[in-house]
């Protein structure tokens, strides 16, 4: 059996740019390593040349559990046969990352939690932790626009802050939230602000250590 | 599951059964009885929030839906219905007609193999309905009734993701749908179903179901109606 390693964040945490580094390392060890963003262009969910659904601004259930499905649709047809082959597969934000923006949104927090216990729980899954300043910074030098829910634009937050404003209040809730789903044997809490380089050794040393102990 | 919804009054009432047991003919006669008496009435069908059919509709194309994803992708399609349409209505007082509620999926999904705790609490964001009516039938019967109006028994409706061996669709709707039929049985005792002869003649049913929801709305004369058959529609 292989190994599901999750990277958990908020958008410009690094988490994709870690990922592709990491399989690389393991590629580079002779270690198979795929690697997965459930937002990707094999999702089903999503048909071909649409964008997901445009949720009213009341809606907190719906974008949840679509989130949830995806999830469930990309650990069953993405990731498990890669794990049952033997392989390590890396996916871009799971259900730290899920349960971290479903508490911002005042979701009830057992319920969510109860509901994402159904998916299959990584083996290793490591949150960078990241300034929501340098997280804006880093989307922007990227080229990306904010989209509603990464500035929480659904949940009022963008009022009278502008998007800048909007993202760095929401995602700091989020961030809190991370912080709150963080524990001993739950998440791995690295500093995703730090040198990348050190970071990669630190997200590769975890994995490696978490494939010797399952032999 | 929760309690009724308290704010605003409203009522929810729930038709469930197998497909085939005629509950949508059931929901949809009361919804025109209600309007006809003057209620403010809504009404919503399962699969059916514009958001979500695109996702259902290309996993069942692609029948790449598992149970699980099964479960969660038409559990979000209620959350959608559930957020826009029914719990407005119940908060403005407004009666609500389900045709098919959260016991749907809980009966289908456990009868795939999906865990039933994890399912009660999946839906445990919805409130209780005031009644639910069970059309109960047996599936030999459904099976023939959804025959009769088309050429063939659907792949999920015949439980042919977790029956893929089978070879009679025919055969294969029986069992999985018996299956459905147990969970309901069940839930019936658990949530107090009202359960409903589906074999019975529609307006008799129909005057059944008029009946009980008159002393829950209170305020509806079910009996001049129903003595007269006016209001009842066949099938």
Redesign the interface.
Known sequence: MGLLVTLEGGPGSGTAEQALLLRQSLDGEGVPADFVQPGGEDAWLVPDGQRAPEWPPASRVAPFLFAVTHLADTWHHLAAPGVAAGSIVILDRYRTTLLAHARARKLDAEWAAATVAVLRPADVAIYLRSDPVRQLDRLLRAGQALRGWQVGIDVGAARGTGFAGAFRAYQSTVSRQFDALAGPGRLLVLDGDGDPAVLQRQIHDAVITALEAVG | MRPPVRRGSGRLIAFEGMDGSGKSTQSRLLFRWLQAQGAAVAQTAWNS?P??A??IH??KS?R?L?P??FS??H??DF??R???IILPHLEAGHTVVADRYVFTGMARDAARGV?PA?LR??Y??APLPHLTFYCAIEPEVAVQRLLSGRPRIKYYEAGLDVDPQAVDRRRAFVRFQGRIADEYGRMAKEFGFVTLDATRPLAEQQRDVREAVADVLGGLDASALVASGRGTEEQ
């Open positions: 929030s958001l979500v695109p996702a290309r996993g692609t790449s598992v699980l994803t969660l992708v559990a979000c959350a959608d559930f957020e826009r865990d994890w609490q999946l445990d964001f």
